[in-house]
């Protein structure tokens, strides 16, 4: 199948998202053979582009066939996947573990023509917070915090269905939309911390691809009393939050619904809470393990704010949906005592 065929086949999109992007990003057609391979694939798995191409999934270990290979077949048949983590190996026959989401894609006739995985290394649970402290670097801001590898799959997702639909105008809209989240996040790559206002500004943006991959009824409501919106947060981190609630509480009803922002100060203390009216919480709860997003945000929050900073779910106070509550101190401007390293 030549590339031209594929839903995610746009220049401008491919030069400032696909191939320049330092996650890995793999399409693979029906019978697994590599059609797309990105720089950040090369950095992850080690072969170039010119060496991956036309490959049988390279980077599984022989040893793990049997689980690729249904997997895959579960994909064919229309299975998406969020967070998996995965064990892979390099072009030098090292093996580690993979945090990998995973789509099908349709091509101009509406068929499922490609697989497409965005992946990066899974934590070292041993060296979490060595890396968390890494992640703050700004040398890895942008591969690794400034936004999830699912991000960009439900982007080019959410796009091909524009494209295969022949709605010209949206999809460039929502590249538009999607460049200008990335311009935002690398400009904003040496900001410990912003304004709270800032970061619902860049939640709208990203709420408007997601009602491109959605439609209109996904809706956002912002309840932020006076003062609050100057008041300063960490860097994006509201955007798992939003994603979150998307995913798995809108989602499952097709997307729609509303997603609710309200934040008050208490004295010394800021609360945020990410609320959505979705399918509510997972039985049972809480889980023994949460996803890679939650854990990153409480390990942020607590290596920043210690005690004085925390993340919270539980049940909306409306029927169904579930709230996700920001606690840390409330500070502005130059009471910040936060610096990029």
Known sequence: MADRDLPLATDAFTDTVLLSSTV??????????????NRGATRI????????????????????EAEYMELFERLREGEEFDELEMPHRTSDGRRSRLVVSLRGLAGSDGERQAIVGVAQEAPDRETADELLRRIESLELRLSETHLPPHFLLNSLH???????????????????KVGDI????IGRAGEEEVPLGREIELV?????????????????????EDGAGEALVPNLILQPLVENAVRHGLAPEGGRGTIRIAARTDGETLEVAVVDDGVGLP????????????????????????????????????????????????????????RAS
């Open 283 to 338: 039985e049972p709860w809480p889980p023994e393990e949460t996803g890679v997003g939650l854990r990153a945000v409480r390990s942020r929050l607590g290596r920043l704010y210690g005690d004085d900073g925390g993340l919270d779910l539980a049940a909306a106070e409306c029927a169904g949906g579930t709230r996700a509550t920001l606690r840390l101190p409330h500070r502005v401007g130059e009471e910040s005592r936060v």
């Open 158 to 176: 959410a796009i091909g269905v524009l494209v295969r639909e022949r709605r010209s105008d949206e999809a460039v809209e929502a590249l538009a």
């Open 24 to 37: 890995a990003i793999v399409a693979v057609d029906l019978r697994g053979r590599v059609i797309l391979w």
């Open 45 to 64: 798995f080690g072969w170039t582009e010119q060496e991956a191409m036309g490959r049988f999934l390279p980077f599984m270990p022989p040893e793990y």
């Open 182 to 185: 990335l311009r935002r996040a």
């Open 204 to 224: 709208g943006k990203y709420l408007d691809v997601e009602r491109a991959r959605f439609g209109g009824e996904l809706r956002l409501d912002v309840d932020v």
